[in-house]
């Protein structure tokens, strides 16, 4: 297809106690001509086998299964720019399994040397959040969207008060414990909504709803 193909990372680990072992690698293609501007995406999986027994009691290994461990995609256009990434997780400490993804837009944006996720320039700012796992005994899920950016400013009077983004969001089994503020300069991370708030499951909450705006 004539699609520049790169392969960024290859390993080979042992998992389960020895008895699996997981080639992985991560490939990045690029969809544009970088005339046109930027459309990339790289994904990660892993080729796993199993060591299994022979009838004479010696030990060969066996393909077991193929499995996806994430992708990532950028679009960097001018004055737009937008970046979406998907992880998968297994046996996490605290999140157990699951996976868990991030969408960024930036609308007139004048900073094209950086990620959609890290660039606070845009006129308009969206970000998106989404966390789907499972422990043990229960299920839990988050959701939330926020948006802002200097286009972004709706007054209230007769206050001086100006809003500079809003947001919202739901979470299901999920607490917050802590915050990273979105302003840094990096890309949110598992269990951080779209505003910045970190939350971790706990059977001891149900349906938890969320509104926020900035000031």
């Known amino acids: 297809f004539n699609f520049p193909v790169n392969l960024n990372e290859f390993g080979l680990a042992l998992t389960n106690g020895g008895t699996n072992v997981a080639l992985t690698m991560q490939i990045g293609l690029n969809l544009m001509d970088q005339t046109d501007g930027g459309l990339s995406a790289t994904g ?4 796993v086998g199993k060591l299994v027994e022979t009838g004479s009691g010696a030990h060969r290994w066996e393909y077991d ?19 979406g990434t998907i992880n998968i997780y297994r046996d996490h400490d605290p999140y157990g399994d699951g996976f868990s993804g991030v969408l960024c837009a930036r609308i007139l944006s004048n900073n094209q040397g950086t990620s959609a996720c890290a660039d606070n320039s845009g006129s308009i700012k969206v970000d998106v959040a989404a966390m789907f796992g499972s422990k043990t005994d229960y299920r839990y899920f988050l959701v939330d969207a926020y948006v802002s950016g200097s286009a972004i400013k709706v007054p209230l009077p007769p206050t001086p008060i100006v809003l500079n983004g809003f947001g919202g969001g739901a979470s299901y089994h999920m607490i917050p414990t802590g915050y990273k503020d ?7 991370g598992e269990g951080v909504d779209a505003s910045g708030i970190i939350y971790e499951p706990t059977p001891l909450t149900k349906l938890g709803l969320k509104f926020v705006v900035g000031l």
Do not use: W
Request: hydrophobic content about 45%; overall charge negative.
């Open 65 to 83: 299964r193929l499995v996806f461990d994430g992708a990532h995609v950028a679009l960097n256009l001018p004055r737009f720019k937008a970046e």
């Open 44 to 47: 990660g999986f892993s080729i």
């Open 182 to 188: 979105p302003e840094d300069g990096e890309a949110l």
